[in-house]
């Protein structure tokens, strides 16, 4: 079965510094995406970067980058320079390829809280 | 261009009641996903619909939990008798797939569910 471990519950970071949120994951396919959300005490969830599998560089948005290491089979998150706006639920997601239905499923997720 | 709508916003009933959730995906959308999203257990992938065919259904807690896509701009997901436990934020979502795409997923903003 496929699974996504986020083992990082809460974690503080002092604003504009780097912050690495943890995820592992495990699977069997050769074929596979893996997503971050974020989701702010308002509830929505924002979509924030992904890595496919076959990706040979580690995908960065903005201030987002995904340290992508395949034979680990870790995904962790990097938010450089924290604002107070990044406090938030941070997700990790497997998506699965198409030949195992794309199905997509989530991590426990980690509460970020930026000191000032 | 219309995100993800779902309805309603908040819904508070008593147990015993039938419970209905509606979900409009983004239009061209292939995938529809449910998950529901509770403290204690997280964001559950309940099911998910590819061209409005059921195509896993294993995270349906039970009968009672039924979901149906008649097309592919609707769907909904219905509680049939609700018990206090279903309370939790539900959450459609949409994606399209193509390869080499991301196929992320889009969020509709969650029916907050209060089973009394």
């Known amino acids: 079965a496929q699974k996504i471990t986020q083992t990082q519950p809460g974690m503080f970071v002092q604003e504009k510094e780097a912050v690495t949120l943890d995820c592992t994951y495990d699977t069997s396919d050769p074929s596979y995406g893996l997503f971050w959300y974020k989701q702010p005490s308002s509830g929505e969830m924002i979509f924030l970067i992904y890595q496919g599998s076959y990706d040979q560089q580690n995908a960065t948005e903005g201030r987002y980058s995904l340290n992508f290491q395949k034979a680990r089979k870790s995904a962790n998150l990097v938010i450089s320079a924290s604002q107070l706006g990044d406090s938030a639920m941070y997700f990790c997601?497997?998506?699965?390829?198409?030949?195992?239905?794309?199905?997509?499923?989530f991590g426990g997720g980690t509460r970020v809280l930026v000191k000032p | 261009d219309a995100g993800v709508i779902q309805s309603p916003r908040h819904e508070v009933t008593e147990m015993g009641q039938e419970v209905t959730l509606r979900c409009k995906p983004i239009?061209?959308?292939?995938?529809l996903f449910w998950y529901r999203q509770t403290m204690m257990r997280g964001l559950e992938l309940l099911i998910y619909?590819?061209?409005?065919?059921?195509?896993?259904d294993s995270g349906m807690p039970e009968d009672r939990f039924s979901a149906k896509m008649p097309n592919a701009s609707f769907s909904t997901l219905k509680i049939q008798p609700s018990e206090p436990r279903d309370s939790a934020v539900y959450f459609c979502?949409?994606?399209?797939?193509?390869?080499?795409?991301?196929?992320?997923?889009?969020f509709g903003e969650g029916s907050r569910l209060t089973v009394l």
């Open positions: 979502a949409s994606s399209l797939w193509l390869a080499g795409d991301t196929g992320e997923l889009f």
């Open positions: 619909f590819n061209n409005n065919v059921p195509i896993d």
């Open positions: 997601a497997m998506r699965r390829g198409a030949a195992a239905g794309n199905k997509l499923t």
């Open positions: 239009s061209g959308h292939d995938y």
